[in-house]
């Protein structure tokens, strides 16, 4: 870790207008610490690794972990997003998505064509927020930036973080039950009513127990680097669609055949069909609203261009869609033997431990595993990498993404998830309006990328305080175009909003504007950004090519990263292409490159 020298060290930030000091004066007694110097020295013991010469400031924007991943790191390949896709395709939340179309009259298979239609669009939505990762190499903290200013992209950063942290809780809540069953086909299915029970309120001591045992064993898979996270995806992609198609074939088996559900029709028609099949489309978009947002933390480690295309344009839609066809199969088949239809698939395992014989407690420990592998594959990748990658932008002197998914956790712990999840009604409409914001912010960035600036960034000025930095916009570093666009993308779903939480009744139309919510706040945010850009041009940061937001042009390019470090020190620059370093003379006054990297 690097540290300031001992001399006095004086740097003048002619960005920001102030002077940064340090003196090794010491008025307290020789030998003696003062109670602020141990606090100095604790929080010196917190700082992260860091780059040499780097003021907090600077670390704001820049730290090893929200810089370009330069080709070491880039280990993704094609074959890693697919079975990135696939084991994310096999958790629980997946085997219910069309338990609620299903349930209100729709027949099985209007459902999974509206959950291909659904993950379709969810894969053009990932993959083209993935492109800024694969060509620029960096993370959603940092690609924001270029939208919502240096420090206006802060607001988005936090609205991701603390939808991260809440569903880490509740998936761990979730996956609680896994461990239940694992632990019941071992000790015995009366196991809970043997353990005293010492808690109150909505979770008992076993299931305490639970989900503790499943919260700490995932720990360890925080601690991995997000480039090498990969290799768990892998497992997961092989073992969990093998529990899930063996759960498939044991349940018809037992049950004697498909059951019933996938033989009835449906029983909407007119109106009241299309806008349950619009809900079933809009179910698959708005359980993705998260991972569509942070695409960009994967898609920066791909080794190619096209790593992350075709591979997750394909897998999205094709996963998905067997995994809800599974669900579906396994539901229709539980109504035959238990007389009613059970569309968590842990109930269904929870019953086949009636018998309790040898096999049943071997098959539901092995099938839970593979769920509980499942859920963690999960939570990895859609909450503590997010999470910890947001983090880092957010407090970056004393957060990586490794502390950032460790704090994540701590937190989804710390909300006791399981009193959300047993109040699923409200808690699971409130969540869902959280994907109004989520789509607002994709809206913006999305609309910035591709309408404004036709896939141009300037890498440097993303990680620059200077004032004349590209992405600036104001003294206060916020591009208040975003803002305007974010607010009109949330306004026109709150009244139907309101209507969903059934505490007042609201217009029709508001209920159907609420119910295509995600495209609302997506579109409507995209377009009033690019008509504010259009009134308001924006000056820094466009190809000079540009001279209109409706000129044609494509200025979108794969970056060499390599020697980004010394880019940002002022000892390379790019090219006029802004594509290939070129070397300068060297600088050898750290307060001068500084200067280059920051202030100028």
Same mark, same amino acid.
């Given at each position: 870790m690097a540290t300031k020298k001992s001399e006095d060290?004086?740097?003048?930030?002619?960005?920001?207008?102030?002077?940064?000091?340090?003196?090794?004066?010491?008025?307290?007694?020789?030998?003696?610490?003062?109670?602020?110097?141990?606090?100095?020295?604790?929080?010196?013991?917190?700082?992260?690794?860091?780059?040499?010469?780097?003021?907090?400031?600077?670390?704001?924007?820049?730290?090893?972990?929200?810089?370009?991943?330069?080709?070491?790191?880039?280990?993704?390949?094609?074959?890693?997003?697919?079975?990135?896709?696939?084991?994310?395709?096999?958790?629980?939340?997946?085997?219910?998505?069309?338990?609620?179309?299903? +349930?209100? &009259?729709?027949?099985?298979?209007?459902?999974? *064509?509206?959950?291909? !239609?659904?993950?379709?669009? #969810?894969?053009?939505? @990932?993959?083209?927020?993935?492109?800024?990762?694969?060509?620029?190499?960096?993370?959603?903290?940092?690609?924001?930036?270029? +939208?919502? &200013?240096?420090?206006?992209?802060?607001?988005? *950063?936090?609205?991701? !973080?603390?939808?991260?942290? #809440?569903?880490?809780? @509740?998936?761990?809540?979730?996956?609680?039950?896994?461990?239940?069953?694992?632990?019941?086909?071992?000790?015995?299915n009366d196991l809970e009513e043997r353990i005293p029970n010492k808690l109150s309120g909505n979770i008992t001591s076993f299931g305490m127990l639970c989900f503790f045992i499943f919260w700490f064993l995932s720990l360890p898979a925080i601690y991995m680097k997000p480039h090498k996270v990969r290799h768990l995806f892998t497992i997961k992609a092989y073992i969990c669609p093998a529990c899930g198609i063996a759960f498939l074939v044991w349940t018809i088996l037992k049950a004697g055949g498909i059951g019933p559900v996938v033989h009835q029709k449906s029983s909407l028609t007119g109106s009241a069909f299309g806008w349950e099949f619009i809900n079933s489309v809009m179910n698959c978009i708005a359980n993705f609203a998260t991972l569509i947002v942070n695409a960009p933390d994967f898609s920066r480690m791909a080794k190619t261009k096209n790593s992350a295309i075709w591979s997750q344009l394909i897998t999205i839609p094709l996963s998905f869609s067997v995994t809800c066809l599974i669900g579906v199969l396994i539901s229709s088949a539980s109504t035959v033997m238990y007389g009613e239809t059970f569309w968590n698939p842990l109930d269904v395992l929870s019953r086949f431990l009636d018998g309790y014989s040898r096999g049943d407690r071997a098959g539901v420990f092995l099938i839970s595993f593979g769920f509980a592998i499942a859920q963690l594959g999960t939570n990895i990748s859609a909450n503590s990498i997010s999470a910890g990658t947001d983090m880092t932008a957010i407090l970056p002197k004393y957060l990586n993404i490794r502390r950032g998914g460790f704090i994540c956790a701590c937190v989804g712990y710390a909300i006791c998830p399981w009193s959300l999840v047993s109040s699923s009604s409200m808690f699971t409409t409130y969540l869902s309006a959280y994907a109004v914001f989520l789509s607002s912010i994709s809206g913006v960035v999305f609309s910035d990328y591709y309408l404004v600036r036709r896939g141009f960034l300037h890498l440097p000025d993303l990680y620059s305080g200077k004032r004349s930095g590209a992405y600036a916009y104001s003294k206060i570093y916020c591009n208040y175009r975003a803002y305007i666009a974010y607010i009109c993308g949330i306004v026109p779903n709150i009244t139907g909003f309101v209507g969903a939480t059934k505490t007042h009744v609201v217009p029709l139309a508001a209920t159907r504007v609420y119910q295509l919510s995600y495209f609302v706040g997506f579109l409507a945010a995209a377009l009033v950004y690019f008509l504010c850009c259009w009134l308001f041009p924006i000056k820094s940061g466009i190809p000079e090519e540009i001279e209109s937001v409706f000129q044609k042009g494509w200025y979108e390019q794969y970056k060499n990263v390599e020697n980004f470090d010394e880019v940002m020190h002022g000892t390379a620059e790019y090219n006029d292409d802004n594509d290939v370093e070129i070397e300068t003379e060297d600088i050898d006054s750290s307060s001068e490159k500084k200067k280059r990297f920051f202030f100028i």
């Open positions: 060290i004086e740097v003048v930030s002619e960005s920001f207008g102030e002077v940064e000091s340090s003196s090794n004066t010491n008025d307290s007694p020789k030998g003696e610490e003062t109670f602020f110097q141990k606090l100095d020295r604790w929080f010196k013991w917190l700082e992260v690794e860091r780059g040499e010469n780097l003021t907090t400031k600077e670390l704001f924007l820049y730290n090893e972990d929200l810089k370009p991943v330069e080709a070491e790191r880039r280990t993704w390949s094609w074959f890693n997003f697919v079975f990135f896709w696939i084991a994310d395709s096999f958790n629980i939340n997946t085997f219910q998505i069309a338990a609620t179309s299903v +349930s209100n &009259g729709l027949s099985w298979w209007v459902v999974w *064509i509206s959950v291909w !239609v659904g993950y379709g669009i #969810v894969g053009v939505f @990932v993959t083209q927020a993935s492109r800024v990762g694969t060509y620029y190499h960096i993370s959603f903290p940092v690609s924001c930036r270029a +939208s919502f &200013g240096i420090f206006g992209a802060l607001w988005p *950063i936090f609205n991701r !973080v603390v939808m991260a942290c #809440v569903w880490y809780g @509740v998936q761990s809540a979730i996956a609680a039950q896994t461990v239940n069953l694992m632990l019941r086909s071992i000790f015995g």
